[in-house]
């Protein structure tokens, strides 16, 4: 068993003794009875351990995540670190400020009752702290970056995030994430793929409940990832050529996330409306109030 289904076994037991709220699906999405932190992260863990795929439409602000939110079948919320930099006027790869990056995830925590996980890189210089800071304000997972950093430096930021959520006393879910296949360049796609499965196996002993593997991914690639890590245990994103995900869940991947591609959809529509308008349309038929 994995550290995710340790901690989720602990959670569960100690949820039967009466100390945790029970929980379950309500209408629009909301999960009724799940209301603390601690709540929040037993459920955002047992999401990742149901062999359903677990789908997160990444947001990047408050009225995206109301949106997102208020959609039948959302069941937790992920930010996208890439889109909250854009939308403040800051290129990805750590350059917002981590105290910005915080608040606006923050923000986003308080305004909905679903388990939210935020993107948080590779932990601005200290993943131990960024991620007390994240729990702090009502984050219950995180996925933390390794930026291809020397094995023994990811595992320490692995370790310290991980211990940040141990003394909070929250299950905290750490998707620790590997640019292994985003970095790969002209390798030898074997090395790259056996560079995966080190990194994550050193990870999920460090304590972190799932692995992340951006990149477009093949079904032989994800098959050999789970045959290794365990079902349940990888997550990949959707990028334009991605395997569908009736495929990723029969191969069992756990989840699903789709970063900054919602931004792009949103963008899109919004440039499509200023073409069609400057060319003397008029507002698409089927546009809905949504703020």
Request: with cysteine; net charge negative.
């Amino acid at each position: 068993m994995n550290a995710a289904g340790m901690v989720l076994m602990l959670c569960l037991s100690v949820s039967r003794t009466g100390n945790i709220a029970a929980s379950s699906q309500g209408t629009r999405g909301y999960v009724v009875g799940v209301t603390s932190t601690v709540d929040k992260a037993v459920e955002l863990q047992r999401l990742h351990a149901d062999p359903e795929l677990l789908l997160l439409v990444n947001v990047w602000d408050v009225i995206t995540a109301r949106v997102v939110a208020d959609t039948p079948g959302t069941r937790a919320l992920a930010t996208a670190s890439h889109s909250i930099a854009a939308a403040q006027g800051y290129p990805d790869g750590e350059q917002i400020p981590r105290d910005l990056m915080i608040s606006t995830v923050a923000r986003i925590a308080v305004e909905v009752d679903l388990p939210v996980t935020a993107d948080l890189e590779a932990g601005y210089g200290d993943a131990g702290e960024t991620v007390r800071r994240a729990i702090d304000v009502g984050v219950v997972g995180a996925n933390l970056e390794d930026q291809l950093k020397p094995l023994p430096d990811a595992v320490r930021a692995v370790e310290a995030a991980v211990a940040a959520g141990a003394k909070a006393g929250v299950p905290f879910v750490l998707n620790a994430r590997t640019d292994a296949f985003l970095k790969a360049g002209d390798k030898d796609p074997a090395a790259v793929l056996a560079d995966a499965i080190e990194r994550g196996l050193a990870y999920l002993d460090a304590g972190a409940s799932t692995f992340f593997v951006p990149g477009r991914l093949d079904e032989p690639t994800v098959t050999r990832l789970v045959e290794a890590l365990g079902r349940q245990t990888i997550n990949v994103i959707a990028v334009p050529g991605s395997l569908d995900l009736d495929s990723l869940q029969r191969l069992g991947v756990a989840r699903v996330s789709y970063g900054p591609w919602s931004q792009n959809v949103a963008l899109t529509a919004l440039a499509t409306l200023a073409e069609d308008v400057y060319g003397g349309g008029r507002l698409p038929e089927g546009t809905r109030t949504l703020n």
